[in-house]
């Protein structure tokens, strides 16, 4: 999981940098071009990168959620040991997290 929160730190980071040469290229551009290039490229990518980040953290909390879940099963079995490992894996709804 690391790896994801430092990919979406680093997103996070790339997109503010970003922005800020942007709204600093806008203080110096402004035509018809620049708006065209707004309209056609900048909003969408902004936006594409925005909904990236709301799913990579979704992505996170299911991870941590089955990691939680996993953690608690683990546990269990060793507490219990007589548990086969079927009856573990049938209980599978334990862990199991709604994805839209």
Known sequence: ?????????EMNTA???LTQ????TQAVWNDSVERDF???YWTPTQAHVQ???REMERLAQVIA??????????AQS??????SRAALR???EFCQCEIH
């Open 1 to 9: 999981m690391a790896n994801l929160e430092s990919a979406m730190s």
């Open 38 to 40: 707004e309209q056609n």
């Open 51 to 53: 909904a990236t980040q």
């Open 21 to 24: 040469r942007w709204e600093a």
């Open 65 to 74: 959620h089955v990691g939680r879940a996993y953690s608690v099963r683990a």
């Open 15 to 17: 997109l503010r940098v």
């Open 90 to 92: 049938s209980s599978h």
């Open 78 to 83: 060793r507490a219990h040991p007589r548990l």
